[in-house]
């Protein structure tokens, strides 16, 4: 059975206090914070802190895999560019710069599940099959 969310925080991080300070220290490029508004680290962690714990494990996970595999925002724009094989057009680059990192995240997770599901089915027609038995 899945563990609650209030379950999995306490199991990983110890209190939401401590998953929150987690969140505000991965990097800037990988968590956004709105820059208009002047929101300094207090008043994000009390933004944060009123937010739903599966919310917040999910920014987490999210903010970790994307620090850890492309670096930055920009990095996962060219990545999804690159998996669509589209990395010259100039006009999706600024339109997807202006997706969350959520939504970037979800969409390089299913181009690369298509894409191994692809090279899968392709690996398949091209090996040879092996003799089949005549039925008599």
Known sequence: MKKSPLAQVKEQFG???????????????????PADEGEDKDALRNRLL??????????????????ERWGSKDKLVDAILDLRRASKDKD???????LSVGKLFDQVSSLEKAAKRAAHQSQAKSAPRTSQKKSA
């Open 15 to 33: 209190s939401k206090e401590k998953l929150v300070d987690a969140l505000i220290k991965l990097p800037a490029s990988v968590i956004e914070r």
């Open 50 to 67: 009123v937010a739903s714990n599966s919310k917040l494990l999910r920014l987490h996970s999210v903010g970790k895999t994307v620090s």
């Open 92 to 98: 999706y680059r600024s339109k997807l710069s202006t």
